[in-house]
Protein backbone atom coordinates (compact mmCIF):
# COMPACT_ATOMS: atom_id res chain seq x y z
CA UNK A 1 0.00 0.00 0.00
CA UNK A 2 1.27 3.58 -0.51
CA UNK A 3 0.43 4.90 3.25
CA UNK A 4 3.87 3.45 4.62
CA UNK A 5 4.32 0.77 7.08
CA UNK A 6 5.78 1.53 10.70
CA UNK A 7 9.82 0.07 10.75
CA UNK A 8 9.62 -2.80 12.91
CA UNK A 9 11.99 -5.92 13.58
CA UNK A 10 10.64 -9.20 12.02
CA UNK A 11 10.94 -12.69 13.02
CA UNK A 12 9.52 -15.17 10.00
CA UNK A 13 8.26 -18.65 10.76
CA UNK A 14 7.27 -20.93 7.90
CA UNK A 15 5.25 -23.96 8.17
CA UNK A 16 6.97 -25.89 5.49
CA UNK A 17 4.23 -28.86 6.08
CA UNK A 18 1.41 -27.07 4.84
CA UNK A 19 3.03 -24.05 2.84
CA UNK A 20 3.83 -24.79 -1.17
CA UNK A 21 7.21 -24.03 -2.10
CA UNK A 22 5.32 -21.82 -5.05
CA UNK A 23 4.22 -19.45 -2.23
CA UNK A 24 7.88 -19.52 -0.48
CA UNK A 25 9.16 -16.61 -2.88
CA UNK A 26 6.10 -14.19 -2.22
CA UNK A 27 6.20 -14.97 0.94
CA UNK A 28 9.62 -13.73 1.73
CA UNK A 29 9.15 -10.30 -0.45
CA UNK A 30 6.20 -9.72 1.71
CA UNK A 31 7.77 -10.23 5.00
CA UNK A 32 10.61 -7.60 3.90
CA UNK A 33 8.51 -4.99 2.81
CA UNK A 34 6.88 -4.73 6.71
CA UNK A 35 10.14 -4.09 8.30
CA UNK A 36 13.43 -5.47 9.10
CA UNK A 37 13.50 -9.49 8.99
CA UNK A 38 15.97 -10.71 11.60
CA UNK A 39 14.91 -14.33 11.40
CA UNK A 40 13.53 -16.26 8.93
CA UNK A 41 12.91 -19.91 9.88
CA UNK A 42 11.43 -22.90 7.94
CA UNK A 43 10.22 -25.78 9.56
CA UNK A 44 8.90 -29.56 8.91
CA UNK A 45 9.88 -32.28 6.37
CA UNK A 46 12.56 -30.51 4.20
CA UNK A 47 12.57 -33.53 1.89
CA UNK A 48 12.28 -31.95 -1.66
CA UNK A 49 15.10 -30.66 -2.97
CA UNK A 50 13.25 -28.10 -4.84
CA UNK A 51 11.58 -26.89 -1.51
CA UNK A 52 15.04 -26.82 -0.10
CA UNK A 53 17.24 -24.63 -2.90
CA UNK A 54 14.48 -21.72 -2.64
CA UNK A 55 14.62 -21.88 1.16
CA UNK A 56 18.47 -21.68 0.88
CA UNK A 57 18.07 -18.69 -1.94
CA UNK A 58 16.18 -16.81 0.72
CA UNK A 59 18.33 -17.61 3.26
CA UNK A 60 16.32 -19.01 5.40
CA UNK A 61 17.59 -21.18 8.86
CA UNK A 62 16.26 -24.84 8.33
CA UNK A 63 14.87 -27.17 11.16
CA UNK A 64 13.69 -30.14 10.31
CA UNK A 65 11.00 -32.14 11.89
CA UNK A 66 10.86 -35.27 10.51
CA UNK A 67 7.98 -36.99 9.09
CA UNK A 68 6.47 -38.52 12.11
CA UNK A 69 3.58 -35.38 12.09
CA UNK A 70 4.33 -34.14 8.96
CA UNK A 71 0.33 -32.75 8.38
CA UNK A 72 0.75 -30.89 11.58
CA UNK A 73 2.42 -27.93 12.33
CA UNK A 74 5.68 -28.60 13.97
CA UNK A 75 5.89 -27.87 17.49
CA UNK A 76 9.53 -26.05 17.09
CA UNK A 77 7.96 -23.75 15.15
CA UNK A 78 5.46 -23.09 18.32
CA UNK A 79 8.18 -22.81 20.70
CA UNK A 80 9.99 -20.44 18.70
CA UNK A 81 6.93 -17.77 18.05
CA UNK A 82 6.20 -18.21 22.02
CA UNK A 83 10.39 -17.20 22.58
CA UNK A 84 10.24 -14.21 20.22
CA UNK A 85 7.39 -12.80 21.40
CA UNK A 86 8.60 -12.93 24.96
CA UNK A 87 10.39 -9.97 26.57
CA UNK A 88 13.81 -9.91 26.31
CA UNK A 89 14.77 -9.35 29.97
CA UNK A 90 18.26 -7.29 29.03
CA UNK A 91 15.81 -4.47 27.04
CA UNK A 92 12.38 -5.03 28.33
CA UNK A 93 10.94 -5.20 24.72
CA UNK A 94 9.86 -8.17 22.67
CA UNK A 95 12.67 -9.89 21.00
CA UNK A 96 10.52 -9.33 17.54
CA UNK A 97 7.84 -6.14 17.27
CA UNK A 98 6.08 -8.51 14.92
CA UNK A 99 5.96 -12.20 14.32
CA UNK A 100 5.16 -13.47 10.46
CA UNK A 101 3.86 -17.01 10.56
CA UNK A 102 3.04 -18.90 7.48
CA UNK A 103 1.26 -21.78 7.96
CA UNK A 104 -2.03 -23.56 6.52
CA UNK A 105 -2.53 -25.09 9.86
CA UNK A 106 -5.02 -23.95 12.30
CA UNK A 107 -3.65 -25.87 15.09
CA UNK A 108 -1.80 -22.82 15.95
CA UNK A 109 -4.83 -20.48 17.22
CA UNK A 110 -4.67 -21.41 20.96
CA UNK A 111 -1.31 -20.19 21.13
CA UNK A 112 -2.06 -17.41 18.84
CA UNK A 113 -5.44 -15.81 20.50
CA UNK A 114 -3.20 -15.94 24.21
CA UNK A 115 -0.21 -13.69 22.48
CA UNK A 116 -2.72 -11.95 20.97
CA UNK A 117 -4.59 -10.90 24.68
CA UNK A 118 -1.30 -9.66 25.39
CA UNK A 119 -1.04 -6.80 23.09
CA UNK A 120 1.26 -9.29 20.66
CA UNK A 121 1.87 -8.17 16.51
CA UNK A 122 1.22 -11.52 14.92
CA UNK A 123 -0.01 -11.46 11.17
CA UNK A 124 -0.89 -14.53 9.80
CA UNK A 125 -0.11 -15.87 5.92
CA UNK A 126 -2.63 -18.60 5.11
CA UNK A 127 -4.14 -19.84 2.46
CA UNK A 128 -7.55 -20.33 0.58
CA UNK A 129 -8.67 -23.32 2.78
CA UNK A 130 -8.46 -21.51 5.84
CA UNK A 131 -11.80 -21.16 7.88
CA UNK A 132 -13.53 -17.65 8.37
CA UNK A 133 -13.49 -18.43 11.78
CA UNK A 134 -9.67 -18.68 12.07
CA UNK A 135 -9.26 -15.67 9.42
CA UNK A 136 -11.28 -13.27 12.08
CA UNK A 137 -9.37 -14.84 15.12
CA UNK A 138 -5.98 -13.59 13.54
CA UNK A 139 -6.30 -10.17 13.97
CA UNK A 140 -4.13 -9.80 10.98
CA UNK A 141 -3.85 -12.53 7.92
CA UNK A 142 -2.81 -12.51 4.43
CA UNK A 143 -4.01 -14.91 2.01
CA UNK A 144 0.03 -16.56 0.11
CA UNK A 145 -2.21 -16.88 -3.01
CA UNK A 146 -3.02 -13.27 -2.72
CA UNK A 147 0.62 -12.42 -2.43
CA UNK A 148 1.85 -14.64 -5.18
CA UNK A 149 -0.82 -12.51 -7.67
CA UNK A 150 -3.61 -14.94 -7.59
CA UNK A 151 -7.11 -13.79 -7.55
CA UNK A 152 -8.44 -14.84 -4.00
CA UNK A 153 -11.95 -12.08 -4.31
CA UNK A 154 -14.10 -15.47 -3.38
CA UNK A 155 -12.07 -15.68 -0.28
CA UNK A 156 -12.54 -12.08 0.71
CA UNK A 157 -14.81 -9.49 2.21
CA UNK A 158 -16.93 -7.80 -0.61
CA UNK A 159 -15.66 -5.14 -1.67
CA UNK A 160 -19.01 -3.53 -1.36
CA UNK A 161 -19.07 -4.14 1.90
CA UNK A 162 -15.74 -2.24 2.75
CA UNK A 163 -16.51 0.77 0.97
CA UNK A 164 -19.91 1.10 2.65
CA UNK A 165 -18.15 0.60 5.99
CA UNK A 166 -15.26 3.22 4.91
CA UNK A 167 -17.81 5.60 3.46
CA UNK A 168 -19.42 5.57 7.16
CA UNK A 169 -16.27 6.08 8.80
CA UNK A 170 -15.32 9.11 6.08
CA UNK A 171 -18.71 10.67 6.52
CA UNK A 172 -18.23 10.46 10.16
CA UNK A 173 -15.35 12.26 10.40
CA UNK A 174 -16.20 14.74 7.78
CA UNK A 175 -19.01 15.52 10.28
CA UNK A 176 -16.62 16.76 12.54
CA UNK A 177 -14.74 18.82 10.36
CA UNK A 178 -11.28 17.22 10.15
CA UNK A 179 -9.41 15.48 7.51
CA UNK A 180 -9.58 11.91 7.68
CA UNK A 181 -5.86 10.14 8.35
CA UNK A 182 -5.46 7.29 5.30
CA UNK A 183 -3.05 5.11 7.84
CA UNK A 184 -6.08 5.43 10.79
CA UNK A 185 -8.49 4.58 8.17
CA UNK A 186 -6.76 1.68 6.95
CA UNK A 187 -6.10 0.21 10.65
CA UNK A 188 -9.55 0.74 10.94
CA UNK A 189 -10.59 -1.86 8.41
CA UNK A 190 -7.87 -3.67 9.54
CA UNK A 191 -10.26 -4.13 12.91
CA UNK A 192 -13.20 -4.86 10.81
CA UNK A 193 -11.66 -7.16 8.33
CA UNK A 194 -8.24 -9.01 9.55
CA UNK A 195 -7.29 -9.87 5.68
CA UNK A 196 -7.95 -6.84 4.28
CA UNK A 197 -5.71 -5.88 1.64
CA UNK A 198 -6.29 -3.41 -1.15
CA UNK A 199 -4.74 -6.20 -3.34
CA UNK A 200 -7.49 -8.83 -2.50
CA UNK A 201 -9.39 -6.33 -5.35
CA UNK A 202 -7.39 -5.85 -7.64
CA UNK A 203 -5.54 -2.57 -5.93
CA UNK A 204 -1.82 -1.37 -5.50
CA UNK A 205 -2.21 1.54 -3.75
CA UNK A 206 -4.76 2.75 -0.74
CA UNK A 207 -5.74 5.95 -2.11
CA UNK A 208 -6.11 4.40 -5.31
CA UNK A 209 -8.86 2.17 -3.65
CA UNK A 210 -10.80 4.80 -1.45
CA UNK A 211 -10.72 7.21 -5.05
CA UNK A 212 -11.83 4.53 -7.36
CA UNK A 213 -14.81 3.13 -5.30
CA UNK A 214 -15.67 6.86 -3.34
CA UNK A 215 -17.10 9.27 -5.06
CA UNK A 216 -15.61 13.52 -4.55
CA UNK A 217 -12.76 12.62 -2.37
CA UNK A 218 -9.52 14.25 -2.39
CA UNK A 219 -5.98 13.16 -1.69
CA UNK A 220 -4.17 15.53 0.49
CA UNK A 221 -0.48 15.66 1.85
CA UNK A 222 0.00 16.45 5.09
CA UNK A 223 3.21 17.16 7.70
CA UNK A 224 1.84 13.85 9.72
CA UNK A 225 1.38 11.90 6.15
CA UNK A 226 -1.47 11.56 3.50
CA UNK A 227 -5.10 12.71 4.68
CA UNK A 228 -8.54 12.38 3.09
CA UNK A 229 -11.13 15.05 2.39
CA UNK A 230 -14.67 14.19 1.27
CA UNK A 231 -16.23 17.03 -1.11
CA UNK A 232 -19.97 17.73 -0.21
CA UNK A 233 -21.85 16.54 -3.59
CA UNK A 234 -24.98 17.71 -2.03
CA UNK A 235 -25.95 20.66 -4.77
CA UNK A 236 -24.65 18.45 -7.64
CA UNK A 237 -27.59 15.81 -6.59
CA UNK A 238 -29.85 18.33 -5.74
CA UNK A 239 -29.24 19.51 -9.25
CA UNK A 240 -29.74 16.18 -11.13
CA UNK A 241 -32.86 15.04 -9.20
CA UNK A 242 -34.55 18.87 -10.55
CA UNK A 243 -33.02 18.08 -14.01
CA UNK A 244 -34.44 13.78 -13.19
CA UNK A 245 -38.18 15.35 -12.74
CA UNK A 246 -37.69 17.83 -15.79
CA UNK A 247 -37.72 15.21 -17.90
CA UNK A 248 -40.91 13.54 -16.70
CA UNK A 249 -43.78 16.34 -15.94
CA UNK A 250 -41.92 17.48 -12.89
CA UNK A 251 -42.86 14.75 -10.86
CA UNK A 252 -42.58 10.91 -9.80
CA UNK A 253 -45.30 9.00 -8.83
CA UNK A 254 -43.13 6.83 -6.24
CA UNK A 255 -39.84 8.30 -4.74
CA UNK A 256 -38.17 4.99 -4.99
CA UNK A 257 -38.30 5.83 -9.03
CA UNK A 258 -36.61 8.63 -7.77
CA UNK A 259 -33.77 7.27 -4.78
CA UNK A 260 -33.47 4.06 -7.50
CA UNK A 261 -31.95 7.08 -10.37
CA UNK A 262 -30.15 8.81 -7.88
CA UNK A 263 -27.98 5.33 -6.80
CA UNK A 264 -27.50 4.50 -10.00
CA UNK A 265 -26.15 8.36 -10.98
CA UNK A 266 -24.02 8.22 -7.59
CA UNK A 267 -23.73 4.84 -6.35
CA UNK A 268 -22.68 5.82 -2.77
CA UNK A 269 -25.13 7.85 -2.11
CA UNK A 270 -26.33 7.43 1.11
CA UNK A 271 -28.76 10.02 3.01
CA UNK A 272 -27.25 9.09 6.60
CA UNK A 273 -24.52 11.25 4.78
CA UNK A 274 -26.62 14.24 5.01
CA UNK A 275 -27.68 13.52 8.96
CA UNK A 276 -31.46 12.30 7.94
CA UNK A 277 -32.26 8.39 8.48
CA UNK A 278 -35.56 8.26 5.93
CA UNK A 279 -36.34 9.21 2.45
CA UNK A 280 -39.06 11.40 3.45
CA UNK A 281 -37.23 13.61 5.88
CA UNK A 282 -34.21 14.08 3.04
CA UNK A 283 -36.79 15.17 0.24
CA UNK A 284 -38.64 18.19 2.66
CA UNK A 285 -34.91 19.05 3.24
CA UNK A 286 -34.76 20.62 -0.60
CA UNK A 287 -36.28 23.52 -1.00
CA UNK A 288 -38.07 22.93 -4.39
CA UNK A 289 -39.47 20.05 -3.88
CA UNK A 290 -42.87 18.59 -1.83
CA UNK A 291 -44.67 15.23 -1.64
CA UNK A 292 -47.71 14.20 -2.27
CA UNK A 293 -50.34 11.21 -2.34
CA UNK A 294 -47.46 10.47 1.08
CA UNK A 295 -45.22 8.83 -1.60
CA UNK A 296 -45.00 10.99 -4.62
CA UNK A 297 -42.41 13.55 -5.27
CA UNK A 298 -43.12 16.86 -7.35
CA UNK A 299 -41.11 19.97 -7.92
CA UNK A 300 -43.18 22.76 -5.84
CA UNK A 301 -45.59 24.99 -8.34
CA UNK A 302 -43.20 28.09 -8.42
CA UNK A 303 -40.02 25.96 -10.05
CA UNK A 304 -41.65 23.75 -12.03
CA UNK A 305 -39.31 22.60 -15.37
CA UNK A 306 -41.36 23.78 -18.70
CA UNK A 307 -40.40 20.30 -21.00
Do not use: W
Amino acid sequence: MDIGVESMNIALFVDCNSIKTEYIDAITREARKQGNVILKKAYGNIDDEELRDTLERNLYYIEETGTEYADRIPAELIADFMFYLMEDDHKNRRRADQVIVATGDEYIRPVLNAHLANGARVTIYGTKSASKQFVYSTGSFRYVEMLAGEDVSEYVTPKADVVKNMLEMITMEKGSARLIDARGLCEALLRMYPEFDVRNYGYTKFTTFVTENISNINIEETASGIAIRQIDDGQEIQKYIYEFLGKRDNKVEDMSELFAAIKLMYPYFDIKNYGYTNEIAYILSIPKLEIYDNKGVKLKQTFKIKA
